[in-house]
């Protein structure tokens, strides 16, 4: 599932309008960020159920390690390399730099989301923009293990909290767009924490249903191309919808992703028939999905790259087929040693924080 997550923002991040195939992309590839999201929060609270399950409790400080080993190696050697292309390859004036210098210190303070919203001037290269996800992904991190080691256990508490926490995206990303639909209001609905954590808390209460109950597990199996249809459905009614009206799309639409992201990631793990195999489980898709978060951290900053020496011999008007198996082969083959040299090691230094088996 990661790797066809991932290819759609690989593909949403060529931004080409030549043809329908590349405007579908680009129009609706962002929705790759949004699935990360609600799988993201199935498979952590995944883990925190196995783990409050076999010990009765969540060791915190060894779940941030966890995630520190996870996503800081990478992240830090792209910082670097970014860095690097955006001081020597995309400019040279110097208020460009100087204004870099200056916010630098947002990236390794979780607050890149916040940096495109307020601070970011026009015309800055767009090296490290994709990072704001990232310090979404962070501060839930933060906020759900505590809430689930304190409170989960007290069941009433601990689903009102739960529900709170939905509403609130729900309320800021009204409140935002209802303010008028200015490049920071719109910003602020896209980029914000607060009007993003609801994606992840979907896949949260979906793994809490799936653990638990399971007659669940029962309806997947006998019903899922039924619910397979389903979730294209809810997919497929918002793809349809008013492009123009940008107060639904911002508000109403990461509801209706992330239901549909459930569906899909429900009915794959349960589903073994012979095309989900196929899709899901070809040796492709397992080693994409396996380099997926070194593949995200790197594409965009291997992207501008080579548009700089794409432009530099006059190339950038070519076939965009031929431009976006550049972008998309450079991006994979980067990956692939940024998994192998940098994260792989750590992965296996993570292994001692380990709690659950």
């Known amino acids: 599932m990661r790797c066809y997550a991932v290819l759609l923002v690989l593909l949403h991040h060529i931004h080409s309008d030549s043809d329908i195939i590349m405007n579908w992309f680009k129009v609706y590839g962002w929705y790759g960020v949004n699935f990360f999201f609600t799988l993201s929060g199935f498979l952590i609270t995944g883990l925190l159920l196995k783990e409050i399950n076999q010990n009765s409790s969540i060791d915190l400080k060894a779940f941030w390690m966890r995630r520190i080993f996870r996503l800081w190696p990478a992240f830090y050697t792209c910082l670097f390399f970014g860095s690097l292309v955006i001081l020597f390859v995309t400019t040279k004036r110097p208020e460009v730099r100087q204004e870099f210098y200056e916010t630098l210190f947002f990236y390794p303070l979780a607050l890149a989301n916040y940096l495109e919203i307020y601070i970011r001037k026009d015309g800055f290269p767009l090296v490290l923009n994709h990072f704001w996800s990232l310090a979404v992904e962070e501060h839930f991190y933060l906020l759900w293990p505590i809430l689930f080691s304190q409170f989960y256990k007290r069941k009433v508490f601990f689903w009102l909290s739960t529900v709170v926490l939905l509403i609130i995206p729900i309320y800021f990303r009204f409140l935002y767009i209802g303010s008028g639909e200015t490049k920071i209001q719109i910003f602020k609905t896209l980029f914000s924490t607060e009007t993003n954590i609801d994606s992840m808390l979907y896949g949260c209460i979906a793994a809490l249903f799936y653990s ?11 019903n899922i191309f039924q619910i397979t249809s ?7 009614f918002h793809s349809l919808g008013p492009r123009e009206n940008l107060g639904h799309l911002l508000t109403i639409e990461p509801i209706l992703l992330s239901l549909a992201s459930c569906l899909f990631i429900l009915g794959a793990i349960e589903n073994s028939n012979k095309l989900n195999n196929f899709f899901l489980k070809n040796r492709i898709a397992l080693y994409i999905g ?4 070194s593949l995200y951290l790197t594409h965009y900053i291997l992207y501008t790259f080579n548009y700089g020496i794409l432009s530099k011999f006059h190339l950038t008007s070519i076939n965009s087929y031929f431009i976006g198996f550049i972008q998309i082969s450079t991006s994979i083959l980067a990956s692939h040693f940024l998994f192998h040299y940098i994260e792989s090691p750590f992965l296996k230094m993570r292994k001692k924080f380990t709690r659950v088996h």
């Open 230 to 236: 389903l979730a294209l459905l809810i997919f497929t």
């Open 290 to 293: 396996k380099i997926s978060y």
């Open 212 to 222: 638990r109950y399971n007659i669940l597990k029962n309806i997947l199996l006998k």
